[in-house]
């Protein structure tokens, strides 16, 4: 369960807005994970700690012990939730610039409410119902974990909203490094809930394949609906 001060990703450059009875608080640029020498560190998508006020390619410092601390080391990277813009990112060359890479970030909003809420999933191709007393603030897809070329990636608890993503795209997520540059990278990858297929895949041969983001969308994936509990009329903000 979520409640008190939540963050919604927008997947988009748009701007994003708050759930009904909730109140924004401020708007940022949403975070996945950081990486540095062969560690990682996920934040949660339905956190605040994710919805960063400011962009830096790279938001962190390295800092040994003797009082010496270094900015944007070549292991060094950061993950931030994509929009649907990649038209082509077969041709994309490294973005370098912040004005070129902002297009490429999804934005956010940090709210701040009474109401609890919880992810559901599926785990069929149907959009599920909340559970008696919660009302659907939003239905998506169930996100659950990415990794980088390093082999070091982070998940989404499953219970949390930041689990069902309202959009569909691959890649979910653009890599930032070091050298100041960002771009998205064919190790990359994303991790999704399977809708649950009878056989079970990989019991004959090598599983389900699916072609296409059509296909992927309608047959491959698991549904969720975010919901919130319903609440009394006098309660519906701090």
Known sequence: FTSGIPMVSTQSTGAPSCPPHWVELYTGYSLVYFESQGYGLAQDLG???SCMEEFQVMPFLQCGSRNVCQHGQRTDKSFWLTTNGQDDIKAMAPLKTEDDILPYISRCVVCSGVQFMMARHSYTNDIPDCPQNFERLWAGYSYLMVSGGGGVGGGQDLGGIG??????????????????????????????LAAKKDPVPGMFGMGNIYNGLDQIQNEGLSRCSVCGKKLPAKKRFF
């Open 163 to 192: 689990s069902c993503m309202e959009n569909f795209f691959l890649p979910s997520f653009i890599e930032c490094v070091g050298r100041g540059m960002c771009s998205y990278y064919v190790n990359n990858l994303d991790y999704w």
């Open 47 to 49: 956190g605040s700690g």
